[in-house]
């Protein structure tokens, strides 16, 4: 093999040794810098001696042979296992949810070659307040859970017992288990990580692990950039030994009605099934919790799922085609803080989960674009049970942007400057989307919601799965749409559950209106257009699209508006109409029979609890919760409408319970939860 080194950046005390295949070595007290931005690119082994260090802020890509080595040594040529010679950075903690990162790209090396130990700098949002384990990927090999203990500042253990669920216990490390919709736990900490694309969630019941605020006190990799941060280290996975996944007959068990069916640990299926995507067709009905597959990023680079649902044209492929794929979540982790909440003082707003869905042509609609960080966990949902594969190797991007669809695969690859072609199956007109994005006084975003439409999509709710792109929304979203009725406005079979994602057929539902609901006036100040057509932003200040329609909103003074890309609006106040092509004035007059209450009965992942989340009309409401054999569990008057009410039910207990909230006017809205 022909050696070659190419390093962009400032890079200091590095020379070729050829001796034992390494061919970049840093020295005993050396350190090289690679900063942001910039790319170091080695075509043979790589290894630090004693305190070396390469101090990685931006890129490093190793294309290596098996004979070659990866290795952190000690001055006298062993094994260093303690890290801190190899450090990916975290490049501004202080706002490390948009913070760029060092980042680290293996091929070729032998695993027995492989024996360096990387230094990951970690920050992350804790996942809601109060909320029991910590989502996280763990894209290290052969390391020790123990190790967790020191690196998180966090006691774990392995004690699990039959009716004494998992998420009752606060100090475990669970692995999501596809196959059986299941936490396994990690029943011995001298266990170590396997080399896979595991799902983890670290027990952190009641914050006492918060990855988004480490301790004082924590170990430090000198020099440590301004802020504090968790570092963890451990050698890293080969992307040869990660085969491409296997994606069938995940959730094939029997979740019982409603849910209502135990696991092997004897908790309830209903308890910790969030199905974002089956919830538009209704819970626990159909494909509901089945089909869904829980990842971890198990590299050190980012993932680009943004093209895995359909062929490319010609020959550019990142060799993955999901043929049946419905969607991909994950959590974003963007924090804002605020004054003067709903309930009058201040807090703090997670945007929540980012979800992308795609049509059945591939074309992805919602959260197009999707990256996932290192060390981020995410979700795939499929249509059916057909057999899939899914190619982590193809997926790794230095770049924080997606790849272009005519630029070939490449984990270095730029954006290609012109509009991506998704692949097609079969003839589809284009996908049309307007997103609404919720600003707060200051312009920080804290809520979305979508609407798109196409010709081979459906108006109104519908059962089967084999088609929608829609997804529901949370209680930690503050806006979102409802399902829409035939002739436009509230569906009023189905107001107990909103969209984060909506979709109507272009055709059929032209120029009729969707509701646009905001359950924080306090909070959503103003809102931001984002117009996309078959996935990419159109141009800024474009309204017309395709085939010579554009999306309106009609604003509070009842005046008919233009979106348009990049345009903001802060007309809009509780609610609002949405359209696809301009209404006529039939459709606007229907807008003048009375609006159902909005009033929800929803389950809110950022307090692992159920809340009534109140119509933004009301004042005053009356609450009472019964269990299922009529016992009043739960009983308030006069409750203020003005924040969410958490209905605070004993976790230990399984059954089911009716919600009635009445309204101070006599508005009356009755609900199941099932637990």
Do not use: C
């Not at 807008?591 to 992942?605: A, F, H, Q």
């Amino acid at each position: 093999m022909r050696k070659n080194l190419f390093a962009i950046g400032l890079l200091a005390a590095m020379y070729s040794v050829q001796a034992q295949n390494i061919l970049v070595h840093i020295d005993d007290a050396a350190t090289t810098y690679v900063s942001e931005g910039t790319l170091l690119y080695s075509g043979g082994g790589f290894q630090t001696r004693g305190s070396g260090i390469i101090d990685l802020h931006g890129n490093m890509m190793i294309e290596g042979a098996s004979t070659d080595g990866f290795r952190t040594i000690t001055t006298g040529g062993s094994n260093k296992t303690d890290g801190g010679n190899i450090v990916l950075r975290l490049n501004t903690p202080g706002s490390y949810a948009t913070s760029t990162y060092g980042q680290l790209y293996i091929n070729g090396i032998s695993t027995g070659n492989l024996t360096g130990i990387v230094s990951k700098e970690y920050k992350t949002d804790k996942n809601g307040n109060g909320n029991y384990f910590q989502q996280i990927a763990l894209p290290f090999a052969g390391k020790a859970y123990s190790t967790l203990s020191t690196e998180l500042n966090k006691p774990f253990g392995t004690t699990r017992t039959l009716n004494n669920p998992g998420f009752v216990n606060n100090d475990l490390i669970l692995t999501w288990n596809n196959a059986n919709a299941v936490s396994d736990h990690v029943t011995n900490l001298a266990n170590t990580t396997p080399n896979s694309a595991a799902y983890y969630m670290l027990g952190s019941r009641s914050n006492n692990l918060d990855l988004s605020t480490p301790p004082s006190g924590l170990p430090t990799i000198a020099p440590t950039p301004t802020g504090s941060v968790y570092t963890l280290h451990g050698r890293p996975v080969r992307s040869e030994d990660l085969a491409a996944v296997s994606l069938q007959n995940a959730g094939n068990v029997s979740f019982g009605t409603n849910g209502l069916g135990y696991n092997a640990y004897g908790e309830q299926y209903t308890t910790y099934l969030q199905d974002q995507f089956s919830n538009t067709t209704g819970k626990f009905i159909g494909n509901f919790g089945k089909n869904i597959y829980q990842f971890g990023n198990p590299y050190f680079t980012n993932l680009d799922l943004s093209r895995i649902g359909y062929v490319e044209n010609g020959s550019v492929t990142d060799g993955n085609a999901i043929s049946n794929i419905w969607g991909v979540k994950y959590t974003s982790g963007t924090v804002v803080s605020y004054a003067g909440g709903s309930g009058g003082g201040g807090g703090t707003y997670t945007t929540g989960a980012q979800v992308q869905t795609y049509t059945l042509a591939g074309v992805p609609v919602g959260d197009t674009g999707l990256i996932i960080k290192p060390m981020q966990t995410f979700v795939l949902k499929l249509r059916d049970n057909t057999a899939q594969t899914l190619n982590f190797a193809t997926l790794r991007r230095f770049s924080s942007t997606v790849r272009d669809a005519n630029t070939d695969y490449n984990v270095n690859a730029s954006k290609s400057a012109g509009n991506a072609n998704f692949g097609q199956k079969g003839t589809l007109n284009t996908v049309k989307q307007l997103g609404v994005i919720a600003l707060d006084a200051n312009g920080k975003e804290v809520g979305r919601t979508y609407y798109v439409v196409n010709g081979s999509f459906t108006t109104g709710h519908q059962i089967s799965s084999a088609t929608t792109v829609q997804a529901s929304a949370t209680g930690g979203d503050v806006i979102g749409t409802f399902e829409e009725a035939p002739n436009g406005g509230y569906d009023s079979n189905n107001l107990n559950y909103w969209l984060y994602i909506n979709e109507a057929n272009e055709a059929n539902f032209l120029g009729k209106n969707v509701k646009l609901v905001n359950y924080n006036t306090n909070l959503v100040k103003s809102y931001k257009f984002e117009i996309k057509e078959n996935g990419e932003l159109v141009n800024n200040g474009v309204h017309q699209l395709s085939a010579g329609k554009g999306f309106y909103y009609k604003a509070a003074n009842g005046s008919l508006q233009q979106a348009v890309q990049g345009g903001t609006t802060s007309s809009i106040t509780t609610e609002a109409d949405l359209y696809y092509g301009e209404p006529s004035n039939i459709v606007l007059a229907t807008d003048n029979t009375k609006s159902p209450s909005k009033t929800l009965v929803i389950y809110n992942p950022a307090i692992d609890n159920y809340i009534v989340r109140f119509d933004p009309n009301w004042k005053k409401a009356d609450i009472e919760v019964y269990d299922m054999s009529g016992k009043l569990v739960i009983s308030k008057k006069g409750v203020e409408t003005s924040r969410d009410f958490v209905i605070e039910l004993d976790k230990n207990i399984k059954n089911s319970y009716v919600v009635k909230v009445v309204s101070d006017k006599g508005d009356i809205v009755n609900t199941k939860i099932l637990k």
